[in-house]
Nanobody
Framework: QVQLVELGGDSVQAGGSLQLSCVVS????????MAWFRQAPGKEREMVAW????????SYAASVKGRFAISEEKRKNTLLLRMGSLKPDDTGTYYC????????????????????WGQGAQVTVSV
């Protein structure tokens, strides 16, 4: 059974940086599609970034492109999200997600029942 634990949520000032980690157990991270989502108060959950199994593909939401970087630390079976130039609009609960993947193929819609979610990590960006 795949389990995900997010670490690193914090409160930071606008313009600052933060790194989130997602420790994966029950599967090898390089065999899975992995993603970060976030949900701001009163808003729907939105995709932040994802990467396919391998990985060979990464994709970002337009709002974070150039500021955030998704990567994996295979030795620790951990997904990372490096966030820079943070803005108050980046405030929210950040969720790690994992889905079955085919090596070097694109990922699904993240709506499938097979997607596993972490418990979330709070990120607050203040002016």
């Amino acid at each position: 059974q795949v389990q995900l634990v997010e670490l690193g949520g914090d409160s930071v000032q606008a313009g600052g940086s933060l790194q989130l980690s997602c420790v994966v157990s029950g599967a090898e991270i390089e065999d899975r599609c992995m993603a970060w989502f976030r949900q701001a108060p009163g808003k729907e959950r939105e995709m932040v970034a994802w990467m396919n199994a391998g990985p060979s593909i990464t994709s970002y939401a337009a709002s974070v492109k150039g500021r955030f970087a998704i990567s994996e630390e295979k030795r620790k079976n951990t997904l990372l999200l490096r966030m820079g130039s943070l803005k108050p609009d980046d405030t929210g609960t950040y969720y790690c997600a994992s889905a079955p993947g085919e090596l070097y193929k694109t990922c699904g819609t993240w709506l499938e029942d097979s997607v596993v979610w972490g418990q979330g990590a709070q990120v607050t960006v203040s002016v």
